[in-house]
T-cell receptor, first 114, second 114 residues
Framework: GAGVSQSPSNKVTEKGKDVELRCDPI?????LYWYRQSLGQGLEFLIY????????KSGLPSDRFSAERTGGSVSTLTIQRTQQEDSAVYLC????????????FGEGSWLTVV | DQQVKQNSPSLSVQEGRISILNCDYT??????FLWYKKYPAEGPTFLIS?????DKNEDGRFTVFLNKSAKHLSLHIVPSQPGDSAVYFC?????????????FGKGTKLSVKP
């Protein structure tokens, strides 16, 4: 497709389980971002990949969160031992290069931890 | 500590009138600012941007004003239309520096009434 694709679109998981969220950026985009939006909150930066550079992980809220980007394209965000406060929409975005190139968002993965 | 603040969680405007959405920031290193629009169950979409070398940028019905001394920017929508009803996020970046990501505000929900 032409846009940023995320899967699954919805995920309900039990507290303590691990989850993986996948992001397919727009083809050719070198920059990839993960954000999350909790209920009533703004978009919270999690992690940023730019080309072959080391990722900026400064937004990851705890060591239960990790992300990788394989082959400079697809990215997976992994949350281990999920907690109820992890419930949120996880949004992936990509851009052609660094800012000020426009960032394009996917529709998000809605995660509910019960 | 929030670096980008949108102090009005919601705004209601009559169709045809002007909508003014405000945003304040605290980091003087920010040099690039964007507005994103988000409909329910969709990812944010880019609306308009401005760099710190300008104080105004216009695109059709949308104009963004930047007041660097006050660390304040605003988005004007004239005339407002019911289809503009959405959550608007202000975002900022230090793109000239090492920061590669956008810092978002919490959003303002705009309702345009027919």
């Amino acid at each position: 497709g032409a846009g940023v694709s995320q899967s699954p679109s919805n995920k309900v998981t039990e507290k303590g389980k691990d989850v993986e969220l996948r992001c397919d950026p727009i083809s050719g985009h070198t920059a990839l971002y993960w954000y999350r939006q909790s209920l009533g909150q703004g978009l919270e930066f999690l992690i940023y990949f730019q080309g072959n550079s080391a990722p900026d992980k400064s937004g990851l809220p705890s060591d239960r969160f990790s992300a990788e980007r394989t082959g400079g394209s697809v990215s997976t965000l992994t949350i281990q031992r999920t907690q109820q406060e992890d419930s949120a929409v996880y949004l992936c975005a990509s851009s052609l290069g660094r800012l000020p190139d426009t960032i394009y968002f996917g529709e998000g993965s809605w995660l509910t931890v019960v | 500590d929030q670096q980008v603040k949108q102090n009005s969680p919601s705004l209601s405007v009559q169709e045809g009138r002007i909508s003014i959405l405000n945003c304040d920031y605290t980091n003087s290193m920010f040099d690039y600012f964007l507005w994103y629009k988000k409909y329910p169950a969709e990812g944010p979409t880019f609306l308009i941007s401005i760099s710190s070398i300008k104080d105004k940028n216009e695109d059709g019905r949308f104009t963004v004003f930047l007041n660097k001394s006050a660390k304040h920017l605003s988005l004007h929508i004239v005339p407002s239309q019911p289809g503009d009803s959405a959550v608007y996020f202000c975002a900022a970046s230090d793109y000239g520096g090492s920061q590669g990501n956008l810092i978002f505000g919490k959003g303002t929900k705009l309702s345009v009434k027919p």
